[in-house]
């Protein structure tokens, strides 16, 4: 195995001493960037995530016109309920559809959960090429959507500003809602742990639409699929959860065995470290919108945050995804102020 030349995101997550913290944006591979666009003009999208070099390809854009200090996979979280039988298309510029949506025990019962490692070959076939590729260079993540997120898809058919039909099922079809959760969560975890064992050197777990739930609710439908998939995953590689809007659930996950939580800027960095008790790696928490910021801006903003967080057990990103509108040269700036940053305490 070659050895990573950077490894300072898999040091955070193991709580080891860095000299800067690690700086990665979630989204980082696509829309903003210009040889991304020019991919998209010429093959439709699952194309790019289905065949291994594109795929490859895209990845690697951002680690080197970036200079991120990891690179994830490029795929979707959409690929899960493709190989679980469920039509999947994906129109540019308006987002994912699912035309049969689960609705009855008969479509949960024909819900495929096998064989992950034929149904998504295209995705560790990505990671070894990148992998190989990578030469070292930094760590790959590998990712999946948290079993929630990917309800609230199968549910409703396409995105959603409420999600209201999607908890409209979890709370009159309960006892449905809960196998369909569980069956997501078994081809998830096989699906993760595959990853780390073609290549990835660690997986974030997008629970994207968690902030949609009550902290009750995200009790009941998210966290326990949340804890099963990171406790069976833990022993194949690390495990970052990222259940955006969730800031009351971080005492409970910072107890979990995931080794790091991403946040989103809803929280404060200071309210998020008193809230788990300094125990776990944090990981975030930079409104996206303010990379639209002029760049000395952006760049304060970054130092401040990281002063906030504390340089150690600690990975720079955003709250959440990269925005398509986001200039090139102020994601570089983001990425520049972590690697500038220096550690007072060193
Ligand atoms: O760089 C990376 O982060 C890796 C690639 C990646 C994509 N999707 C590629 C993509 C990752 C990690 C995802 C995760 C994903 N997909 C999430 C969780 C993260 C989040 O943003 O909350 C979600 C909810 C999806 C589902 C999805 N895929 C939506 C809602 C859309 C359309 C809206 C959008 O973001 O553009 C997609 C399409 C998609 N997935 C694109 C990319 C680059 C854009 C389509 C295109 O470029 O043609």
């Avoid at 690697?60 to 298309?89: C, T």
């Avoid at 002029?294 to 720079?316: L, S």
Wanted: neutral net charge; charged residues 20%.
């Amino acid at each position: 195995m070659t050895e990573l030349k950077n490894n300072l995101l898999l040091k955070a997550l193991r709580k080891e001493k860095v000299e800067r913290p690690p700086v990665w944006m979630m989204r980082q591979a696509g829309r903003y960037l210009p040889d991304y666009i020019k991919l998209r003009e010429k093959y439709d999208f699952f194309t790019r995530v289905q065949t291994p070099e594109l795929a490859t390809e895209i990845t690697l854009q951002p680690v080197h016109q970036i200079g991120v200090d990891a690179a994830i996979i490029f795929s979707d979280i959409l690929v899960i309920p493709q190989a679980m039988g469920v039509q999947v298309l994906m129109e540019e510029g308006k987002g994912p559809s699912l035309p049969n949506t689960i609705k009855t025990q008969k479509d949960i019962d024909a819900l495929n959960t096998s064989n992950v490692d034929e149904h998504l070959k295209y995705v560790f076939d990505a990671l070894a090429l990148t992998k190989k590729e990578l030469n070292g260079a930094v760590p790959l993540i590998g990712f999946a959507g948290a079993p929630w997120t990917i309800f609230c898809y199968m549910i409703e058919g396409k995105g959603s500003k409420t999600w209201d039909k999607a908890k409209q099922f979890a709370y009159t079809e309960t006892n449905l809602a809960h196998q369909l959760l569980q069956k997501i969560t078994t081809i998830t975890i096989e699906y993760l742990t595959t990853q780390l064992q073609s290549g990835a050197d660690c997986v974030q777990v997008f629970d994207s639409w968690a902030g949609s739930l009550s902290p009750e609710d995200f009790k009941t439908f998210a966290q326990p699929y949340l804890l099963q998939i990171t406790d069976a995953v833990k022993d194949s590689g690390p495990v970052i959860l990222f259940p955006k809007g969730t800031w009351y659930a971080l005492e409970d996950l910072s107890k979990s065995s995931a080794s790091a939580i991403g946040l989103d800027w809803t929280v404060s960095p200071k309210q998020a470290r008193a809230l788990t008790n300094n125990n776990i790696t944090l990981q975030g928490n930079f409104d996206p919108a303010k990379l639209l910021a002029p760049i000395p801006q952006i760049k304060k903003w970054v130092k401040e945050m990281i002063d906030e967080f504390g340089a150690q057990n600690y990975i720079a990103n955003l709250g959440h995804g990269i925005t398509p509108n986001v200039p090139v040269d102020n994601a570089k700036a983001f990425v520049e102020a972590v690697k500038e940053y220096k550690d007072k305490k060193n």
